[in-house]
């Protein structure tokens, strides 16, 4: 079926939606010229997750993960949010609540102009101390691993690694607005790295509608109540397109 008719057979449920949630991954990002992690040339593909984003390899090569993050930001600094992120925006003004619950850590979101952000894996633009955990404010000029000035420890990004527990107080906004939702977008998500994976299943057993968003089929599509599969950048836009005709009529 295409997906215009797909769209028009939500338009019944989309005019009884107050809350709305969007929960996305690294695809909302791809036509922003970010790579993703798993797709065949994604970043996991030249190095595996183990060998980088986490602890134990920080602590065994800090400057290796360091400058893998600052690729990586410099990548996202570099990229600018696509028709996907922006459409994402405007559901805001066509819902009373929207909540975005992104496992991204490039920031994109909030630079489309995005207002309720829930950071489930942390930011790429933010860094604290290994040890003290003081917030640390990069000077884009520095080189190599910086130290705390407060302890002397080494500075870490400011992402959520494999192994490591979700900031608590995000991970609770988000279950929150998954909870209380009436409508669940699950855009551009393997649907693999839990506990984040959790939420769109979750939302399925509260009954809510989910809409999956990917051009490939994961663990959620056989679930999702809508799988519009293809493209972000060009999907969202035609959801929202779908949403302000039938408002104006
Ligand atoms: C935890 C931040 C409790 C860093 C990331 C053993 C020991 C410990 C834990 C585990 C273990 N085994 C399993 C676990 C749990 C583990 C996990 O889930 N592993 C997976 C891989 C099996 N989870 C954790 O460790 C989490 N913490 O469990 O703590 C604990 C504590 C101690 C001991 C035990 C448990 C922490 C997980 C967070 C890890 N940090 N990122 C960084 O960025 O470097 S994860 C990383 O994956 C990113 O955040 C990313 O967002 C996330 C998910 O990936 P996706 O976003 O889905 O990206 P992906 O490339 O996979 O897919 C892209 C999709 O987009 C595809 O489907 C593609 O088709 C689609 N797409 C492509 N183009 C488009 C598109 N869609 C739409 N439009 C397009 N144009
Ligand atoms: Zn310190």
Request: aromatic share 6%; net charge negative; with cysteine.
């Amino acid at each position: 079926m295409l997906i215009a008719d797909k769209l028009r057979e939500l338009r019944h449920i989309l005019s009884e939606v107050n809350h709305v949630v969007v929960f996305t991954g690294a695809g909302i990002s791809a036509e922003s010229g970010v790579p993703t992690f798993r797709s065949p040339d994604g970043i996991w593909a030249k190095f595996k997750p183990e060998e980088l984003a986490n602890i134990n390899a920080f602590m065994a090569n800090p400057q290796r993960v360091w400058e893998w993050y600052e690729h990586r930001r410099t990548v996202v600094d570099q990229a600018t949010p696509n028709p996907g992120h922006y459409a994402i925006v405007a559901l805001e003004s066509l819902f009373d609540r929207v909540d975005v619950i992104t496992q991204n850590v490039d920031g994109l979101h909030a630079r489309a102009g995005s207002r309720r952000i829930h950071e489930l894996h942390g930011s790429l633009h933010a860094h604290r101390c290994l040890e003290c955990s003081t917030p640390y404010d990069l000077a884009a000029t520095e080189e190599g691993v910086p130290h705390c000035p407060s302890c002397g420890g080494l500075i870490r990004p400011g992402v959520v690694w494999f192994g490591e527990d979700l900031p608590q107080d995000v991970w609770q906004r988000a279950e929150t607005s998954t909870r209380e939702c009436d409508l669940f977008l699950s855009v551009g998500t393997s649907t693999v790295v839990y506990p984040a994976a959790q939420l769109p299943f979750l939302a399925l057993s509260l009954g809510k509608h989910v809409i999956e968003v990917n051009p490939e089929a994961t663990d959620l599509t056989r679930h999702a109540d809508t799988v519009l599969q293809g493209a972000a950048g060009e999907i969202l836009p035609e959801l929202v397109a779908t949403i302000r005709s039938d408002r104006s009529k």
